[in-house]
Nanobody, 138 residues
Framework: QAQLVESGGDSVQAGGSLRLSCVAP????????MAWFRQAPGKEREGVAS????????TFDFSVNGRFTVSQDNAKNTLYLQMNNLKPDDTAMYYC???????????????????????????????WGQGTQVTVSS
């Protein structure tokens, strides 16, 4: 059973915006290192952004840098992914994940290593949601 719950996915036209939400149990959210991933049909899963909850810092994959931002509501144990200027290439299932072994100093580093292909996301992020679908039409 997924412990993280994503929502907010929808179908939009290119140039539009969406905000995804990820609600986590307190014991996961408090561990401070979460991330967004996405997977399009026929493609490998790719990292979108990593968030150090405690520090409020984030790391983005270059493909979304400048268009996507993250925010958090600590009172609600909720992480958000704001997606602007969406493109058809952003069409994918979006997943929220938690790295329970990272420290505040290694959170972003471990994400970058996953993005670079040096680490397996499934071995770094031990908790995942079921995903929310984002479809962008041209």
């Amino acid at each position: 059973q997924a412990q993280l719950v994503e929502s907010g996915g929808d179908s939009v036209q290119a140039g539009g915006s969406l905000r995804l939400s990820c609600v986590a149990p307190e014991y996961i959210y408090s561990r401070s290192c979460m991330a967004w991933f996405r997977q399009a049909p026929g493609k490998e899963r790719e990292g979108v952004a990593s968030v150090n909850i405690r520090a409020g810092t984030s790391t983005f994959d270059f493909s979304v840098n400048g268009r996507f931002t993250v925010s958090q509501d600590n009172a609600k144990n909720t992480l958000y992914l704001q997606m602007n200027n969406l493109k058809p290439d952003d069409t994918a299932m979006y997943y929220c994940a938690a790295d329970l072994d990272a420290t505040p100093f290694t959170c972003g580093l471990r994400f970058r290593e996953v993005v670079a292909g040096d680490r397996d996301a499934a071995k770094i992020y031990s908790s995942w949601g079921q995903g929310t679908q984002v479809t962008v039409s041209s």
